[in-house]
């Protein structure tokens, strides 16, 4: 069984201050003259600290360094989660592109064939080089007349990004050569 919160707090531990803007817990207690202090965060169970300190005001400080923080890293996840559900803004006919690869870089293009709320029909396409620039390498831009594979569907999120698989997202596409580089 997992350890709580209570297996870490000492007895004479006092909840000290329970946030109103965030989900931070702090305790204070004494120990041999000593202010010490602990905070939780979240739903964790072990603690986000554990201090001694050396007067009352600098005790006082690092709390409301720690409440800050948490208050703003909390705002930030909040709006990260809202941004990630909102709809997004890709319509038919946008193209999609891929970077992704190991040792080399590898370019895909996708086509948005229809957009239903936030479920996009998807075609991969060409590419088509303009540019050389060293040996395996060179510059490339979408080709929407050659078509790959069969349509599919995937979701699309508030970022405008479409994750494909576990190793390619594709987002949206400028129309600027890409670069892209293979092995012989």
């Given at each position: 069984?997992?350890?709580?919160?209570?297996?870490?707090?000492?007895?004479?531990?006092?909840?000290?201050?329970?946030?109103?803007?965030?989900?931070?817990?702090?305790?204070?207690y004494?120990?041999?003259?000593?202010?010490?202090?602990?905070?939780?965060?979240?739903?964790?169970?072990?603690?986000?600290?554990?201090?001694?300190?050396?007067?009352?005001?600098?005790?006082?400080?690092?709390?409301?360094?720690?409440?800050?923080?948490?208050?703003?890293?909390?705002?930030?996840?909040?709006?990260?989660?809202?941004?990630?559900?909102?709809?997004?803004?890709?319509?038919?006919?946008?193209?999609?592109?891929?970077?992704?690869?190991?040792?080399?870089?590898?370019i895909?293009?996708?086509?948005?064939?229809?957009?239903?709320?936030?479920?996009?029909?998807?075609?991969?396409?060409?590419?088509?080089?303009?540019?050389?620039?060293?040996?395996?390498?060179?510059?490339?831009?979408?080709?929407?007349?050659?078509?790959?594979?069969?349509?599919?569907?995937?979701?699309?999120?508030?970022?405008?990004?479409?994750?494909?698989?576990?190793?390619?997202?594709?987002?949206?596409?400028?129309?600027?050569?890409?670069?892209?580089?293979?092995?012989?």
């Amino acid at each position: 069984m997992k350890p709580t919160r209570e297996y870490y707090l000492p007895l004479d531990a006092k909840l000290h201050l329970k946030d109103e803007f965030s989900t931070a817990v702090i305790y204070r207690y004494e120990r041999n003259g000593n202010l010490i202090g602990m905070a939780f965060r979240g739903k964790s169970q072990k603690p986000a600290w554990h201090y001694r300190f050396k007067s009352a005001e600098a005790q006082q400080q690092y709390e409301q360094n720690f409440l800050q923080s948490v208050r703003e890293a909390e705002e930030q996840k909040r709006k990260m989660s809202e941004q990630k559900n909102a709809l997004h803004t890709l319509k038919e006919g946008d193209i999609l592109y891929s970077s992704w690869g190991w040792e080399q870089t590898n370019i895909d293009f996708f086509q948005i064939i229809a957009v239903k709320s936030k479920t996009l029909t998807l075609q991969e396409i060409g590419a088509t080089s303009v540019e050389t620039t060293g040996w395996a390498s060179d510059r490339v831009i979408a080709d929407p007349t050659i078509k790959i594979g069969v349509e599919f569907k995937k979701r699309a999120d508030g970022f405008n990004q479409v994750t494909l698989d576990r190793c390619r997202t594709a987002t949206r596409y400028d129309g600027k050569p890409l670069h892209r580089s293979w092995y012989a």
